[in-house]
């Protein structure tokens, strides 16, 4: 449990989910936890997880008054020997059936050399650093550690960690972003199944109370029961909430995908050899991205639908078996009905291919998928490939300040747009809507200045679409054409102060400098 970063309040609040589980005489939890420099604690602990009714009253299983509890100073969690380190004790000291590892904190599926980068960012202050801090930590990793160079572990390193040990039942991780093809591949001979989230997992992570309970009950089930039992408890816990996913899979299948997914690359290079052939579009298009709307990752079966009737009947008998292959290895899925994802997701190719090598990773040596990207990247784009369409609705009907009158049509005005756009071609997943309580300033700002300069293009086209209310008031400074600064009510503007509250017109020009696009439309309703 890597709780050295901005997780550690999640961390303890999984310590006490698994707490009030309850016990079991055949189920052992064993926890490695580092916390934040800024914790009550903030060395690393090793302990045993009790039932909360075996506890004394506001105490928890990491308390040192525990004699299942010790200290073992300030570890690093981006190191592999810490990993093998916890591995040998618990292995030898709670031998089983069953074992299962469960990796948590921030996630990214694959990745090579860039913590440095993190720590570059990290050091620096400025927004733009805070940016380029958020987008390593989504990168291809796992298991940050603040405290220690926001050092974190590589997939290779995880794996090479577990070549030491016995073949594990299952690998878990509590993280986002980590079912990938790739992750999958890397980790195949070292555990029956794979537990992961191809999107970005909500702060909470996994319910633990909701896994534990049925696992005392039933302590023998094997490798694929425990997946399906966890995705169960995660899509109960997380139905009501956009983007949300979680999926197990058979390992010892992927093997046979790899194998599938290279007659896939070397077809698909085929038929880009043949004059005229159109370049894919991988990074746009209709494919689903992970994270949703992103080019970082592609849901592997979208992107392999996507390609069906494309390039002939070659590349579609490959397609075909590919798909029905993954079929076979995707043991228990939950994607959210706003985003339906497969169970794992691929890289697509883009600015990161530079890392995408056989020697750091063993998708690559085993498939043509990186010689299939590279070829992609070296063919001229097609002149009839699509402009990526985005569109952010913005529609607030309900007012906090009782001094702004609600509405009645603003969120119907939105509904009926989207609906307009998706038939007319726009991509679900580039088509955001914040309605209500969603529309807050802070949101709001966030969306149209940071979300859509970051995803889209130089050449794409972006819909800004406002129903509400607008705002005025006396400039003070009369720079103004006819004397009165004019704002964006959102949910949470105030009339009493709309300089602070609501969006200034004035300040919308400067949101859109920062948007790329050479195609952007505004409606103001």
């Not at 916390?35 to 075996?54: L, N, S």
């Not at 006396?474 to 949910?491: R, V």
């Amino acid at each position: 449990l890597a709780g050295d970063n901005n997780l550690d309040s999640a961390g303890l609040a999984d310590i006490a989910e698994m707490e009030a589980a309850g016990r079991s005489d055949q189920v052992k939890i064993a926890v490695l936890m580092d916390r934040a420099a800024d914790g009550d604690w903030t060395e690393t602990r090793r302990f045993v997880v009790r039932a909360k009714e075996d506890l004394p009253e506001d105490k928890h299983s990491y308390d040192l008054t525990n004699d299942t509890c010790e200290v073992l100073g300030e570890l690093n969690m981006g190191k592999p020997e810490t990993l093998s380190g916890f591995l040998k004790w618990g292995l030898e000291r709670f031998p089983a059936k069953h074992t299962m590892l469960v990796l948590w904190n921030h996630g990214g599926g694959w990745r090579d050399v860039y913590a440095r980068a993190v720590g570059g960012a990290r050091a620096a202050d400025s927004p733009e650093a805070a940016d380029a801090a958020l987008g390593a930590r989504l990168s291809r990793g796992i298991a940050w550690d603040d405290t220690d160079g926001s050092d974190f572990l590589e997939t290779r390193e995880v794996r090479g960690v577990l070549e030491q040990f016995p073949k594990l039942t299952v690998i878990g991780m509590d993280a986002c972003l980590m079912a990938m093809a790739e992750v999958a591949f890397d980790l195949r001979a070292r555990a029956e199944v794979m537990i992961a989230s191809e999107e970005l997992e909500p702060g909470p992570g996994w319910p633990y109370t909701e896994i534990l309970k049925p696992l005392y009950k039933k302590p023998g089930i094997g490798a694929e029961e425990m997946g399906q039992l966890v995705v169960k408890a995660y899509k109960n816990c997380y139905k009501k909430e956009k983007n949300t996913t979680l999926s197990a899979v058979r390992l010892g299948r992927m093997d046979d995908l790899a194998r599938d997914m290279d007659a896939v690359a070397k077809a698909l290079m085929g038929a880009l050899d043949a004059t005229g052939a159109a370049r894919p579009d991988f990074l746009g298009g209709e494919i689903p991205g992970v994270p949703k709307g992103s080019e970082k990752y592609r849901d592997l079966d979208g992107l392999l639908k996507w390609l069906q009737g494309r390039y002939g009947a070659a590349v579609d008998s490959a397609l075909d078996k590919a798909r029905a292959t993954f079929a076979g290895i995707v043991i228990a899925n939950y994607a959210h009905a706003d985003h339906p994802l497969s169970g794992l997701s691929i890289f697509p190719g883009g600015a990161e291919a530079g890392d995408y090598v056989p020697d750091i990773i063993q998708w690559a040596q085993a498939t043509q998928w990186d010689e299939m990207l590279a070829k992609v990247k070296a063919m001229p784009e097609s002149p009839k490939a699509p402009t990526t369409r985005w569109a952010v609705l913005i529609g607030v009907n309900d007012y906090a300040d009782p001094n702004v009158p609600d509405l009645k049509y603003a969120t119907a005005d939105v509904a009926y747009i989207k609906e307009a756009l998706l038939r007319a071609g726009y991509s679900a997943d580039r088509v955001l809507t914040l309605l209500d309580g969603e529309a807050t300033l802070a949101k709001v700002r966030s969306t149209l200045g940071t979300w859509l300069p970051r995803e889209a293009g130089e050449h794409d086209l972006v819909l800004i679409y406002f129903s509400g209310h607008g705002g005025a008031e006396p400039a003070l400074t009369g720079a103004t054409d006819d004397g009165t600064e004019k704002y964006m009510m959102l949910a949470d503007s105030r009339v009493e102060d709309m300089y602070s509250t609501a969006l200034p017109m004035s300040e919308l020009s400067r949101i859109f400098s920062r948007i790329r696009s050479d195609k952007l439309l505004l409606a103001m309703d």
